[in-house]
């Protein structure tokens, strides 16, 4: 059976929204979200009218209007928005279904974004019931909706699958300075950056491969002491720095493992 790890968005994303082949959401998933949402949405509306029909059935026609489109704006418009923006893009079915939106840049949105998002949403999820968002979410080329192309969004698969491939191999040039050098606690994001980098760096734009390869390789240098005297090409420091880390983890598992056995023995 094949072993997997699941990742989140944020683990590949490198540096100010930078990210490296993350997979676009289904329509599917898109739509199952959205129907999850706009279940609670029309459940929460229907129990705040409920619960306060008794005051706008003996109120004045105006001021039970105003009240009417007071909550309906809130929960189609205000609280979508907060939701999104504090969650980085999350709303109840996203998260279910193990998504989130972003910029097209993959980087976190902002309020401008999910104001924008929730807005247009009005319009082509409620008033249309979601047929517009459903038709251009599966006939647009990236699964978008007409708020994600207004807001500058897409919505990626936030929990993504890694298969454990080889291991990164350690250069030869570079095994006599990465044996000696002190390599730091490297931030695991960071360390799966890199990783993911070096598995995918082929399928890359030059241009893509020389900028992200650079970015990563300067990440790094924060966490190892001292530098080689003269710096490698980026991916080959890269795959030093990720290979003698694999190689000192592997050595403290068996040493951990010998003293556990020398334990239980005792």
Not at 18 to 28: G, N, R, T, Y
Not at 118 to 123: H, K, N, P
Not at 229 to 234: E, I, S, V
């Given at each position: 059976m094949?072993?997997?790890?699941h990742?989140v968005?944020?683990?590949?994303?490198?540096g100010?929204g930078?990210?490296?082949?993350?997979?676009?959401?289904?329509?599917?998933q898109?739509?199952?979200?959205a129907l999850?949402?706009?279940?609670?949405?029309?459940?929460?509306?229907s129990a705040?009218?409920?619960t306060?029909?008794?005051y706008?059935?003996?109120?004045n026609?105006a001021?039970?209007?105003?009240?009417?489109?007071?909550?309906?704006?809130?929960?189609l418009?205000?609280?979508?928005?907060?939701?999104e923006?504090?969650?980085?893009?999350?709303?109840?079915g996203?998260?279910?279904?193990?998504?989130r939106?972003?910029r097209?840049?993959?980087?976190?949105?902002?309020f401008?974004h999910?104001?924008t998002r929730?807005?247009?949403?009005?319009?082509e999820i409620?008033?249309?019931a979601g047929?517009?968002?459903?038709?251009?979410v599966?006939?647009?080329?990236h699964?978008l909706?007409?708020?994600?192309?207004a807001?500058?969004?897409?919505?990626?698969?936030?929990?993504?699958p890694?298969r454990?491939?080889?291991?990164?191999?350690?250069?030869?040039?570079?095994?006599?300075w990465a044996s000696?050098?002190?390599?730091g606690?490297i931030p695991?994001?960071?360390?799966l950056s890199?990783?993911?980098?070096?598995?995918?760096?082929?399928?890359?734009?030059?241009?893509?491969?020389?900028e992200?390869?650079?970015?990563?390789?300067?990440?790094?240098q924060e966490?190892?002491?001292?530098?080689p005297?003269?710096?490698?090409?980026?991916e080959?420091?890269?795959s030093a720095?990720?290979a003698?880390?694999?190689?000192?983890?592997t050595?403290r598992?068996?040493?951990?493992?010998?003293?556990?056995?020398?334990?239980l023995?005792?």
């Open positions: 094949e072993t997997q790890n990742l968005a944020d683990d590949i994303i490198v100010e930078v990210a490296l082949d993350v997979p676009k959401a289904s329509p599917v898109r739509i199952s979200a999850i949402d706009a279940f609670i949405t029309v459940l929460l509306i705040v009218f409920y306060f029909s008794n706008l059935l003996f109120s026609a001021i039970a209007r105003t009240i009417s489109i007071s909550v309906i704006v809130f929960f418009v205000v609280m979508p928005t907060l939701i923006t504090l969650s980085k893009g999350k709303s109840v996203r998260f279910i279904m193990g998504t939106v972003v097209t840049d993959h980087g976190a949105i902002s401008r999910a104001f929730a807005m247009i949403g009005v319009i409620w008033l249309s047929s517009i968002a459903a038709v251009s599966f006939f647009s080329k699964g909706r007409v708020g994600d192309f807001a500058g969004t897409l919505v990626i698969v936030d929990r993504i890694l454990l491939t080889q291991p990164i191999l350690m250069p030869k040039e570079m095994e006599a000696s050098a002190d390599i606690s695991t994001p960071t360390a890199a990783r993911q980098f070096l598995l995918r760096k082929d399928t890359l734009a030059p241009a893509s491969r020389q992200i390869g650079l970015q990563l390789a300067q990440q790094l966490f190892v002491y001292p530098l005297a003269q710096m490698p090409h980026p080959v420091f890269i720095i990720l003698e880390r694999s190689r000192r983890a050595q598992a068996l040493a951990n493992q010998k003293i556990a056995r020398t334990l023995r005792q």
